[in-house]
């Protein structure tokens, strides 16, 4: 299909510089570069941040005090004057046909020029009640000009870049007559016509038109709806158009899926598969028949058995008389998968190569920067040879002298602490032509939504289910002071804290705390204790491992064996606390997040973290799950005070919920996709309207929608206009790659 020349796409959109448009000039096209809008689809794609529904407006003799406001004001005059301390205090008399109000700002002298006498603005903040008048201080203002319609947008400014809302619907509303009829040429919608009729869509010529220039909150809503599948959209077809370019260009190997090691081992263990880790294997299972690499993420759960899945993937390799290889991000991961490992498959034997009756026992080896040369070259020439059947190791595995004979599988941990170059490298490591077989595995469950959008290029495994045996971990929230040097000594005091205990409530929570230290201890068991720093800091007033360590050996914990560990230790002194910890000659190890991952002591009953509230709800469920690790009834203690919603609603999610994945929907709605999204897919700062947390259901429509049209029209011949709008969201290389491979 060929665009017709008379209607204009998002590629022509972003050809032309909004230097084109009236009144941008070059002071105002410097403040729109450092808002990163250079084109018209810049322009087109800075949405309105919220909308004045003049049909609703509230009027200033309406306004209650206490609560709070949005009004459309015109300012009166402005002063400024010089208070205590060398402040300047901003008073700016603003008024509608119902009154006037006060607006008060402090500390901000450029409000005076902001708000000149005859500007119009929305005004937004609490209303109070001073001598008998209305005013607001420090309120939220958006200059918008003098607009008279009904629904009134309201775009992202910056005083700073000289950008107003005014001046950006201004700009907006010229673009939009130069694209869409009667006036413009048009706008070329290359969404196929059945997607259009299967949602129900409005045109993208519509779609643009209603989000910023609305006659109707309905219309804002469809123009939303319409744009926000785009993005996803285009997103999406990305992502699927990679998952099948490489499989179209990989060549990969056909396992022996039903092969004696890998039956005989699932038969020969001594408990049974949980239903999410027999869905797993068969998954993966099915992948590794096929000629074509996979390409697959295993997400579960702390604890929920993901090692175990990744053993079976690297026995179909062996069972097929190739290799595999477990790669950890840290010395002591490594070192804990390579004896695990070891354990779980202990007596199995391969076929020794030149016989078909002799055997061999099943050769693993560990290969890190701490093997010693003489190891080191064993190991090497066995991975050469093919006689070493499994390494596990850490970045180790993929230097420059490290080559396997025949890499039929790669399983990497902790896959969001190696780039994807890191991961290709370890790929690269075999002799062959053909491309091993790739799993990445997660302990940090990611939301539905988010996998399909960050990870879509993989298919992905999920881990829902904890084995049995595992006891469920008790989580306590104490909000009190996180270091313990400000902890109430004398329990005495009526002052409340900010979630309303008093000192004497906070002092018995912190006794009750302690006790539960010392009377695990007492019975056999092992506590952690987790600091957010290392030394004092004065500008955070927050628990540092030191301190907290030198405090709980002469106070709390006087008479028992406290050891430190933390990022600064030499290796060999980490590995001699950790060695002492996991031997039971260690009573409570304080550290910092460096046990996040990897460390696991089944005796260690109780976590004691903090000041919790500067832990996100991932890292705090990660180390969580450090205890709970055996037999006995284990229990997390959340420790701190939260200065925000936000912050009291993550800590008492951990305390409602041991499931990794019902935190991460939290966690997504409470922070947003942002730190989800990361860095990992180009693509992303396409998103900037649809929502991981408001559009879940359109990220799932628009990833079937992708496959359906991908898997009916491979190249995008048939949607022409669609490939060459991808093109504007991709690298160049990318493609390249994706739509000429």
């Given at each position: 299909?060929?665009?017709?020349m008379?209607e204009v796409?998002l590629?022509?959109?972003?050809?032309?510089?909004?230097?084109?448009?009236?009144?941008?000039?070059?002071k105002?096209?410097?403040?729109?570069?450092?808002?990163?809008?250079?084109?018209l689809l810049?322009?087109?794609?800075?949405?309105?941040?919220?909308?004045?529904?003049?049909?609703?407006e509230?009027?200033?003799?309406?306004?209650?005090?206490?609560?709070?406001a949005?009004?459309?004001?015109?300012?009166?005059?402005?002063?400024s004057?010089?208070?205590r301390?060398?402040?300047v205090?901003?008073?700016?008399?603003?008024?509608?046909d119902?009154?006037?109000?006060?607006?008060?700002f402090?500390?901000q002298?450029?409000?005076?020029?902001q708000?000149?006498?005859?500007?119009?603005?929305?005004?937004?903040?609490?209303v109070?009640?001073?001598?008998?008048?209305?005013?607001?201080t420090?309120?939220?203002?958006?200059?918008?000009g003098?607009?008279?319609?009904?629904?009134?947008?309201?775009?992202?400014?910056?005083?700073?870049?000289?950008?107003?809302?005014?001046d950006?619907a201004?700009?907006?509303?010229?673009?939009?007559?130069?694209?869409?009829?009667?006036?413009?040429?048009?706008?070329?919608?290359?969404?196929?016509a059945?997607?259009?009729?299967e949602?129900?869509?409005?045109t993208?010529g519509a779609?643009?038109s209603?989000?910023h220039?609305?006659?109707?909150?309905?219309e804002?809503?469809?123009?939303?709806?319409?744009?926000?599948?785009?993005?996803l959209?285009?997103?999406q077809?990305?992502?699927?158009?990679?998952?099948?370019?490489?499989?179209?260009?990989?060549?990969?190997?056909?396992?022996?899926v039903?092969?004696?090691?890998?039956?005989?081992?699932?038969?020969?263990?001594?408990?049974?598969?949980?239903?999410?880790?027999?869905?797993?294997?068969?998954?993966?299972?099915?992948?590794?028949?096929?000629?074509?690499p996979?390409?697959?993420?295993l997400?579960?759960?702390?604890?929920?058995?993901?090692t175990?899945?990744?053993?079976?993937?690297?026995?179909?390799?062996?069972?097929?008389?190739?290799?595999?290889?477990?790669?950890?991000?840290?010395?002591?991961?490594?070192?804990?998968?390579?004896?695990?490992?070891?354990r779980?498959?202990?007596g199995?034997t391969?076929e020794?190569?030149?016989?078909?009756?002799?055997?061999r026992?099943?050769?693993i080896?560990?290969?890190?920067?701490?093997?010693?040369?003489?190891?080191?070259?064993?190991?090497?020439s066995?991975l050469?040879?093919?006689?070493?059947d499994?390494?596990?190791g850490t970045?180790?595995?993929?230097?420059?002298?490290?080559?396997f004979?025949s890499?039929?599988?790669?399983?990497?941990?902790e896959?969001?602490?190696?780039?994807?170059?890191?991961?290709a490298?370890l790929?690269?490591?075999?002799?062959?032509?053909?491309?091993?077989?790739?799993?990445v595995?997660t302990?940090t469950?990611?939301?539905?939504?988010?996998?399909?959008?960050?990870?879509?290029?993989?298919?992905?495994s999920?881990?829902?289910?904890?084995?049995?045996?595992?006891?469920?971990?008790?989580t306590?929230w104490?909000?009190?002071?996180?270091?313990?040097?400000?902890?109430?000594?004398?329990?005495g005091g009526?002052?409340?804290?900010?979630?309303?205990?008093?000192?004497?409530?906070?002092?018995?929570?912190?006794?009750?705390?302690?006790?539960?230290?010392?009377?695990?201890?007492?019975?056999g068991r092992?506590?952690?204790?987790?600091?957010?720093?290392?030394d004092?800091?004065?500008?955070?007033?927050?628990?540092s491992?030191?301190a907290?360590?030198?405090?709980?050996?002469?106070?709390?914990?006087?008479?028992?064996r406290?050891?430190?560990?933390?990022?600064?230790?030499?290796?060999?002194?980490?590995?001699?606390?950790?060695?002492?910890?996991r031997?039971?000659?260690?009573?409570?190890?304080?550290?910092?997040?460096?046990?996040?991952?990897?460390?696991d002591?089944p005796?260690?009953?109780?976590?004691?973290?903090?000041?919790?509230g500067?832990?996100?709800?991932?890292q705090?469920?990660?180390?969580?799950g450090?205890v709970?690790?055996?037999?006995?009834?284990?229990?997390?203690?959340?420790?701190g005070?939260?200065?925000?919603?936000?912050?009291?609603?993550r800590?008492?999610?951990?305390?409602?919920?041991?499931?990794?994945f019902?935190?991460?929907?939290?966690?997504?709605?409470?922070?947003?996709?942002?730190?989800i999204?990361?860095?990992?897919?180009?693509?992303?700062?396409?998103?900037?309207l649809?929502?991981l947390?408001?559009?879940r259901?359109?990220?799932a429509?628009?990833?079937?929608?992708?496959?359906d049209?991908?898997d009916?029209?491979?190249?995008?011949?048939?949607?022409?206009?669609?490939?060459?709008?991808?093109?504007?969201?991709l690298?160049?290389?990318?493609a390249?790659?994706?739509?000429?491979?």
């Open positions: 299909m060929v665009a017709p008379t796409d590629r022509r959109l972003a050809s032309l510089s909004v230097t084109k448009l009236h009144g941008v000039g070059d105002k096209a410097k403040g729109l570069a450092k808002t990163e809008i250079h084109t810049d322009l087109l794609t800075h949405y309105p941040r919220k909308y004045l529904d003049r049909t609703k509230a009027h200033i003799a309406e306004l209650m005090e206490g609560e709070q949005s009004v459309l004001v015109t300012v009166e005059n402005t002063t004057r010089r208070i301390g060398g402040k205090m901003i008073n700016s008399i603003v008024g509608d119902s009154g006037s109000l006060t607006v008060t402090f500390n002298a450029w409000r005076e020029r708000l000149s006498a005859g500007r119009q603005a929305v005004i937004y903040g609490k109070e009640i001073y001598r008998g008048r209305r005013q607001m420090n309120p939220v203002v958006d200059l918008v003098d607009k008279t319609g009904r629904i009134v947008p309201v775009y992202p400014q910056s005083e700073k870049a000289g950008l107003h809302s005014w950006l201004e700009w907006v509303g010229e673009a939009l007559r130069r694209t869409l009829p009667p006036a413009g040429r048009g706008m070329l919608d290359p969404l196929p059945y997607l259009l009729d949602h129900d869509f409005v993208r779609a643009f209603g989000i220039q609305p006659e109707s909150t309905a804002i809503a469809e123009a939303r709806r319409r744009l926000v599948f785009d993005e959209f285009r997103l077809l990305a992502l699927v158009l990679r998952k099948r370019a490489i499989e179209r260009t990989e060549i990969g190997l056909a396992h022996e039903d092969g004696p090691l890998l039956n005989g081992f699932t038969k020969e263990l001594p408990f049974d598969l949980t239903g999410a880790q027999r869905r797993a294997i068969d998954e993966i299972r099915r992948d590794l028949a096929r000629p074509i996979m390409h697959r993420l997400q579960g759960d702390v604890g929920s058995g993901k175990l899945v990744a053993v079976a993937t690297m026995l179909a390799a062996v069972d097929g008389g190739h290799q595999a290889a477990l790669m950890a991000p840290t010395e002591v991961l490594a070192e804990q998968h390579y004896a695990g490992i070891r779980l498959l202990e199995l391969v020794a190569s030149g016989s078909l009756f002799a055997e026992p099943l050769r080896e560990l290969l890190s920067n701490r093997v010693a040369s003489a190891e080191r070259k064993r190991i090497l066995g050469l040879t093919g006689e070493v499994i390494a596990v970045h180790a595995l993929i230097q420059d002298n490290v080559l004979g890499l039929g599988a790669v399983v990497i941990d896959q969001h602490r190696f780039g994807v170059e890191q991961r490298a790929r690269d490591r075999s002799y062959g032509d053909e491309v091993p077989d790739l799993l595995m302990a469950p990611i939301p539905r939504t988010a996998a399909m959008t960050v990870y879509g290029d993989l298919d992905v999920v881990l829902d289910e904890l084995p049995p045996g595992r006891t469920p971990i008790e306590r104490v909000p009190a002071p996180g270091s313990l040097d400000q902890a109430p000594d004398d329990g009526d002052e409340g804290d900010a979630d309303g205990l008093s000192a004497a409530e906070i002092a018995a929570a912190l006794e009750e705390l302690w006790d539960d230290v010392r009377g695990q201890i007492d019975e092992q506590v952690y204790v987790v600091c957010p720093l290392i004092e800091s004065e500008k955070l007033e927050v628990a491992a030191d907290t360590f030198e405090r709980l050996r002469e106070v709390e914990l006087d008479g028992y406290v050891g430190l560990l933390h990022g600064r230790l030499t290796p060999a002194e980490k590995d001699q606390t950790m060695e002492l910890f031997t039971g000659h260690l009573d409570v190890l304080v550290a910092t997040t460096v046990i996040e991952v990897g460390v002591v005796n260690a009953t109780v976590m004691v973290i903090l000041d919790a500067r832990f996100g709800i991932a705090l469920h990660q180390l969580r450090r709970g690790r055996g037999q006995h009834q284990s229990t997390c203690w959340l420790v005070q939260v200065t925000t919603d936000d912050g009291g609603a800590l008492q999610a951990l305390v409602d919920s041991t499931d990794g019902e935190l991460a929907e939290v966690d997504l709605d409470l922070r947003g996709e942002g730190t999204l990361g860095e990992r897919q180009k693509g992303r700062n396409d998103l900037k649809a929502s947390r408001r559009d259901a359109a990220v429509a628009a990833r079937r929608a992708a496959i049209l991908i009916a029209d491979p190249g995008l011949e048939a949607h022409e206009a669609m490939a060459d709008e991808l093109e504007i969201f690298d160049t290389e990318d390249e790659f994706l739509l000429k491979g």
